[in-house]
């Protein structure tokens, strides 16, 4: 049961297109409950986007016991709006918590959450293409205490933010830079976890790889320096000159992604012969050389599809193909995007549409 409260609503549809960015504006509602040990989740509410209160002492500021999640809603032609795939996305928000030792949330009871808000603040889902409102789970420790143990008191909030694509430049392609001294993630770390820690850690090699003229970094394994990992906040994949696509196999280190997952659906659908497996970057390197790798794109829910055309690794470029998306990057984008926003019929059920017209 979800109480909701008296929200003053502002007009979401003074932001023009070009100026949404990626999570710079909110809704106006939010949803939260909270945890006790004693007491489970309670106080279940849809109330007014606010700043929350945390004590100095509160777990989360020292431990870094945080976990988020992200996904996104999308106007449908006809007014209506798609969730993807919600449930895959509630699915991680409680491996990551478990993986964190923090109390799993209600599955049903989170994805009911986000339905309602959204339903809500159904005037925030902006209208123009490629646009969406993204959808921002957290959970935080809150209880008063610098011991590093399982804390016995947590929040869970849901916050909403209208978008444009994550990279500015829409479908083009992105150049990629490839660490030698940063890892991001190690197998049986909290690489697969979406906690906040993670991210921090990776802010430093993002900076570099932008003061070197790259727009993302591509991870390699901690070990090893040698295996393909991630690109940024995407999974990745490689298309061969053979019909073959090869992403990295889910080691432990890296994120399952949503978009990962359906995009391998499409691509044995689309015919391609799908691989998950170790990808050893620097075979990937001779092979762009030699032609027999034709495309690499990264996929998330930000960017859903981002061609890469460029990688740089200790001084040296290496141009993917033409250096311009590819045939496959394309199909896919097209795919995936029309299901989302309803353009195309969804034979796979992966979206939910609140209906909101009247
Ligand atoms: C590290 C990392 N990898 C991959 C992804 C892609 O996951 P998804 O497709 O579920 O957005 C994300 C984004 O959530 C991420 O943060």
Same mark, same amino acid.
């Given at each position: 049961?979800?109480?909701?409260?008296?929200?003053?609503?502002?007009?979401?549809?003074?932001?023009?297109?070009?100026?949404?960015?990626?999570?710079?504006?909110?809704?106006?509602?939010?949803?939260?409950?909270?945890?006790?040990?004693?007491?489970?989740?309670?106080?279940?509410?849809? $109330?007014?986007?606010?700043?929350?209160?945390?004590?100095?002492?509160?777990?989360?500021? /020292?431990? $870094?016991?945080?976990?988020?999640?992200?996904?996104?809603?999308?106007?449908?032609?006809?007014?209506?709006?798609?969730?993807?795939?919600?449930?895959?996305?509630?699915?991680?928000?409680?491996?990551?918590?478990?993986?964190?030792?923090?109390?799993?949330?209600?599955?049903?009871?989170?994805?009911?959450?986000?339905?309602?808000?959204?339903?809500?603040?159904?005037?925030?889902?902006? /209208?123009? +293409?490629?646009?969406?409102?993204?959808?921002?789970?957290?959970?935080?420790?809150?209880?008063?205490?610098?011991?590093?143990? @399982?804390?016995?008191?947590?929040?869970?909030?849901?916050?909403?933010?209208?978008?444009?694509?994550?990279?500015?430049?829409?479908?083009?392609?992105?150049?990629?830079?490839? +660490?030698?001294?940063?890892?991001?993630?190690?197998?049986?770390?909290?690489?697969?976890?979406?906690?906040?820690?993670?991210?921090?850690?990776?802010?430093?090699?993002?900076?570099? @790889?932008?003061?070197?003229?790259?727009?993302?970094?591509?991870?390699?394994?901690?070990?090893?320096?040698?295996?393909?990992?991630?690109? $940024?906040?995407?999974?990745?994949?490689?298309?061969?000159?053979?019909?073959?696509?090869?992403?990295?196999?889910?080691?432990?280190?890296?994120? /399952?992604?949503?978009?990962?997952?359906?995009?391998?659906?499409?691509?044995?659908?689309?015919?391609?012969?799908?691989?998950?497996?170790?990808?050893?970057?620097?075979?990937?390197?001779?092979?762009?050389?030699?032609?027999?790798?034709?495309?690499?794109?990264?996929?998330?829910? $930000?960017?859903?599809?981002?061609?890469?055309?460029?990688?740089?690794?200790?001084?040296?470029?290496?141009?993917?193909?033409?250096?311009?998306?590819?045939?496959?990057?394309?199909?896919?984008?097209?795919?995936?995007?029309?299901?989302?926003?309803?353009?195309?019929?969804?034979?796979?059920?992966?979206?939910?549409?609140?209906?909101?017209?009247?």
């Amino acid at each position: 049961m979800i109480t909701s409260l008296p929200v003053t609503e502002t007009p979401a549809d003074q932001i023009p297109a070009q100026d949404l960015g990626f999570g710079l504006h909110f809704a106006d509602r939010m949803f939260t409950q909270r945890y006790l040990r004693t007491r489970g989740w309670h106080e279940a509410t849809i $109330g007014p986007y606010a700043p929350i209160t945390l004590d100095p002492a509160a777990q989360a500021l /020292h431990n $870094g016991q945080m976990i988020f999640d992200g996904t996104k809603a999308y106007r449908r032609p006809d007014g209506d709006i798609n969730l993807f795939r919600p449930e895959r996305n509630a699915q991680r928000f409680n491996r990551s918590a478990a993986r964190m030792g923090m109390p799993e949330v209600p599955e049903a009871l989170h994805v009911e959450a986000i339905r309602e808000l959204v339903r809500l603040e159904a005037r925030w889902v902006p /209208h123009a +293409p490629q646009t969406a409102l993204y959808i921002r789970p957290v959970m935080i420790a809150t209880e008063k205490a610098l011991s590093i143990r @399982a804390p016995a008191e947590y929040l869970h909030y849901i916050i909403l933010s209208p978008v444009a694509p994550y990279f500015a430049g829409g479908f083009a392609p992105i150049a990629v830079h490839v +660490p030698h001294a940063w890892v991001r993630a190690v197998r049986g770390g909290t690489g697969e976890a979406k906690t906040p820690g993670n991210y921090a850690g990776s802010i430093v090699a993002t900076e570099e @790889a932008t003061a070197l003229g790259y727009q993302q970094v591509l991870w390699l394994d901690a070990l090893e320096r040698r295996y393909v990992d991630e690109v $940024g906040a995407m999974n990745i994949a490689f298309v061969y000159a053979d019909q073959t696509l090869r992403t990295p196999e889910l080691s432990g280190a890296i994120l /399952h992604g949503v978009t990962r997952e359906s995009v391998l659906v499409l691509a044995r659908d689309m015919g391609l012969d799908v691989r998950e497996e170790r990808i050893d970057f620097f075979a990937v390197c001779e092979d762009i050389a030699a032609g027999r790798i034709t495309e690499v794109f990264g996929m998330g829910t $930000g960017a859903v599809i981002a061609p890469v055309g460029r990688l740089g690794y200790q001084g040296r470029d290496i141009v993917v193909g033409d250096g311009q998306p590819g045939p496959v990057a394309r199909a896919l984008h097209e795919t995936l995007t029309g299901i989302q926003f309803g353009l195309r019929p969804d034979p796979y059920g992966w979206t939910q549409t609140i209906r909101v017209r009247s």
